[in-house]
Nanobody, 125 residues
Framework: QVQLVESGGGSVQAGGSLRLSCQAS????????MGWFRQAPGKEREFVAA????????SYADSVKGRFTFSRDNNKSAAYLEMNSLKNDDTAVYYCAAASVASRTVLNPSDYAYWGQGTQVTVSS
């Protein structure tokens, strides 16, 4: 019902910043919980951030809290992840995901039905 495409990934030096974008189509973004996950080589996919509605309180993984900011622009059917003070261990493929507004949890990959193909973020020092 919804298609998601991530963009904005790239290679940056430690301490730098990137803004990831997730463009949705096929369904108005307002009707979905939006989340960001990441997966590093050899590791399982992990939660990064999520929000139940635009302008509401976002949830963040402890590892990114204070450095990453999740936002949504429902007029553009887009979600964003502003990443600051990037560290080497932030290197991963980052995925945006969408869940039904009826979902009671937002922290697990299994909570989300729709996924983008991912965008690579590489942080070097």
């Amino acid at each position: 019902q919804v298609q998601l495409v991530e963009s904005g990934g790239g290679s940056v030096q430690a301490g730098g910043s990137l803004r990831l974008s997730c463009q949705a189509s096929g369904r108005v973004l307002n009707y979905y919980i939006m989340g960001w996950f990441r997966q590093a080589p050899g590791k399982e996919r992990e939660f990064v951030a999520a929000s139940r509605w635009s302008g509401g309180t976002a949830s963040y993984a402890d590892s990114v809290k204070g450095r990453f900011t999740f936002s949504r622009d429902n007029n553009k059917s887009a979600a964003y992840l502003e990443m600051n003070s990037l560290k080497n261990d932030d290197t991963a493929v980052y995925y945006c995901a969408a869940a039904s507004v009826a979902s009671r949890t937002v922290l697990n990959p299994s909570d989300y039905a729709y996924w983008g193909q991912g965008t690579q973020v590489t942080v070097s020092s």
